[in-house]
């Protein structure tokens, strides 16, 4: 799948090596991301084109869409959730944990009740909610 949906295809284990590398000078504390560098390796040598590159989202027809984001997401930058909301502003909501983890759904009272909410009912939370972190992240 993440070989499909990236444009970030190097042609063989050299070129592989080569960004490894300077990754690790550019950000020599931050040691890379092993799931990262495992989904890249996957594709070095793909020869296909990639069927599902990023592109900037238009969502026209949908319900109300409910999206949660951890402020510290050991994973996924909580920028690329705003960033994803504010392409999408008209048919999204999105309601920060303002905790850590890469997981929201359980984390507190807070964001379990909004997604039961949403889909059982299919309301979503009003603009601006947040969830507050829980006294155990």
């Keep these: 799948m993440f070989c499909q949906d990236w444009r970030f295809r190097p042609k063989d ?3 592989f ?3 490894t590398e300077a990754e ?9 991301s092993p799931r990262v560098h495992a989904a890249v390796a996957g594709c070095v040598g793909w020869p296909n084109e990639v069927n599902n590159p990023q592109h900037g989202l ?12 951890s402020l510290h997401d050991p994973a996924n930058h909580y920028a690329w959730a705003t960033n994803v909301h504010r392409q999408t502003r008209k048919t999204t909501v999105l309601l ?4 850590a983890g890469h997981s929201v759904y359980g984390r507190s009272d807070c964001t379990r009740d909004a997604v ?4 059982t009912e299919l309301k979503a ?4 909610s947040r969830c507050t972190p829980a006294a155990k992240n």
């Design 13 to 15: 284990y050299r070129e």
């Design 17 to 19: 090596a080569r960004l």
């Design 24 to 32: 690790l000078r550019a950000a020599p504390h931050m040691r890379g």
């Design 58 to 69: 238009r969502i026209t027809e949908a319900p109300k869409i409910l999206m949660l984001h």
């Design 96 to 99: 920060p944990y303002e905790g």
């Design 116 to 119: 039961d909410d949403y889909l």
């Design 125 to 128: 939370p009003s603009a601006g």
